[in-house]
Structure formats: structure tokens, C-alpha cells
């Protein structure tokens, strides 16, 4: 594509009406203006203008060329003033990815971000499976665990602590238990990545826990029930089908309405990371992206707070 600047000076040109007003809009000298015109409409083999000491004048090429150029400038001025909003202000297509079990993290962060920015739109792709962030568009993704090398971009947001629950139900059956060492007679409720399958075997899960007072203990249990998904097994965990290993920021409002029992409270089974995970380096975010870190940072915040520790 021919160089398009003498097409922008003729425009600036017409719209200034004369050479010297141009040049002073354009931070150039008279003589350059007038150098670049000439080029134009040696290019073009006609002339654009009519020259004269007192004004210039359009010639009827020029009047059928300035309505083109000027819709050049004006769409190059859009285009600028589009990046400028996107750097300056949340706005566009945010496209964010959570895991299945976080996604109800998502409205009560990012609602107030969108009522402040009525010319942002929110696509969330809810997932628990690895979204390749540039192939799916993904401008934002929240992830949790052990993130694996990669060239993106991860902020942590928080950590939570993960904590043993069971039904009311299942414990009027089974027995609560009052130490670890109870644990590997009870029904378990797994999550297949945390599980090691054994042939003709039930699947079993590792359990490092850690007391109030720093004692720690390593066992194995067996898994009854096994899911890819944490809700599913949230759901099963409070229709009383065994003891699970759960997000505390996840099934709190269940043991605040007595749906879910916390198992050995003075026992804790570590923490896990949130992750704000972008394919782009902060200082090249669009504003909507950063804005909506810095709105998740806050939501997670809240409710690290409110985790035992």
C-alpha cells in the first residue's frame, strides 16, 4: 500500500486552506506541505489545487479526491481514539474462563465493574478443562492449583484453605471421627486428578494433614465415589454418600446452613492457590483487563479473609 501521510497533508491542507495553516497543525514547515502536495499530484498526473497568493482553491479532481482522504484521517483518528479507550478505559469484549466451581465467583467480583463500565461486555467460558488461552481469545482466565510452566501471565489472587466435610445424615450413620487415624473407615468422596487408580482396586487418596498445633499426619483412603468435578462432588458430599475434601470458600454458605459438617476442624489439609492467569504482559493489558484483576483481587481478598488459616 502507497505511503498514505501526503494523502493525510492534502486533507489537512483543504480543511486548514492554505499551506501555512496546515503546516502549523501538522508541526511541519510550509515549504514541506507544499513539497508533499506537489509530489500528489505529480503521482496523480492532475492538480489538485488552485494556487494563489491571496487562497487556495480545490480543482474538480481535487474536490472528487479531499472526500476519500478525509475518510481516511477520520477512520486513522477513530482507530486512534479506539486503542486510546482500550488502554484508558474498560471497554469491548472481555472474554474471561473460570472453572466450573469458581464461576459463581464471577458475578459478585465483576458486577460492579460492569455497572462502572457500561461499554464493557463479559463472555465468561465456564470450564474445568485447560482452555488454550490463545486459541479460545481468552483475555483473562482464573485457574486454581499448581499452574504448569508456560509463557502467560499469572497473578495470584489468594489462597484458600481446603478443609474434611460430610452430611449430618452420613455422620448419624457412619460415626464422626475424632482423629485421623479414624479416617480410612469411612467412604470417600474424590476427585479423579487426586485419585491413583489401581486395578480391580478402588481408587485412593493421599491425605497430608496438618493439626492446629504443627503435628502432621500422611494417609490413604479409599475412594467410593470419584467425579472431575468439584460441585458434582460438593452435591454428593451433602446427599450424605461420604467424606470429601473441600474448597472452604466453596461450601461455606452449606456449613453455615447445616447442609455440610466440618470433619476434624483442628485438622487442615494445606491451601489452594487462585490464579489470574493472562497471555499478555501487564504493561500491554487493555484497561478492561486489568480492571478486572484488580476486581477479582479484591472479591478473593474478602474471602481469603473469612478462611481459616
Aim: charged share 20%.
Amino acid at each position: 500500500m502507497d505511503d498514505l501521510k501526503p494523502l493525510a497533508v492534502f486533507a489537512e491542507v483543504v480543511e486548514a486552506g492554505s499551506m501555512s495553516g496546515a503546516a502549523r497543525r501538522l508541526g511541519m514547515s510550509p515549504s514541506a506541505v507544499s513539497q508533499i502536495v506537489r509530489a500528489l499530484e505529480q503521482q496523480g498526473g492532475v492538480t489538485l489545487l488552485h494556487r494563489s497568493t491571496r487562497k487556495l482553491a480545490l480543482t474538480e479532481a481535487g474536490e472528487r479526491y479531499y472526500p476519500h482522504c478525509k475518510r481516511m484521517v477520520a477512520a486513522a483518528r477513530a482507530a486512534a481514539e479506539s486503542l486510546q479507550l482500550a488502554r484508558d478505559a474498560p471497554s469491548g469484549e472481555l472474554r474471561l474462563s473460570a472453572p466450573v466451581g469458581f464461576a459463581a465467583h464471577i458475578a459478585p467480583a465483576l458486577a460492579p465493574l460492569l455497572a462502572e463500565a457500561p461499554q464493557l461486555r463479559l463472555r465468561l467460558l465456564v470450564d474445568d478443562a485447560m482452555i488454550d488461552l490463545i486459541d479460545a481469545r481468552i483475555d483473562l482466565a482464573v485457574r486454581v492449583g499448581r499452574l504448569a510452566d508456560s509463557s502467560w501471565v499469572a497473578r495470584r489472587l489468594c489462597d484458600f484453605a481446603i478443609i474434611l466435610c460430610a452430611a449430618p445424615d452420613y455422620l448419624a450413620r457412619h460415626g464422626t471421627p475424632v482423629s485421623p487415624e479414624q479416617l480410612p473407615m469411612h467412604q470417600w468422596l474424590a476427585l479423579g486428578q487426586d485419585t491413583t487408580p489401581a486395578k480391580s482396586q478402588p481408587a485412593t487418596m493421599l491425605l497430608d494433614l496438618r493439626s492446629s498445633d504443627g503435628e502432621q499426619q500422611h494417609l490413604r483412603v479409599d475412594a467410593r465415589v470419584a467425579s472431575n468435578n468439584q460441585v458434582a462432588l460438593q452435591h454428593l458430599c451433602e446427599h450424605g454418600l461420604g467424606i470429601g475434601r473441600m474448597i472452604h470458600a466453596e461450601v461455606q454458605p452449606a456449613l453455615e446452613s447445616g447442609a455440610l459438617v466440618r470433619v476434624l476442624p483442628d485438622w487442615y489439609l494445606g491451601s489452594l492457590p487462585v490464579w489470574a492467569v493472562t497471555p499478555n504482559l501487564e504493561a500491554s493489558e487493555a484497561a478492561k483487563v486489568r480492571a478486572a484483576v484488580e476486581y477479582l483481587k479484591r472479591h478473593f481478598a474478602k474471602l481469603e479473609a473469612s478462611t481459616p488459616s
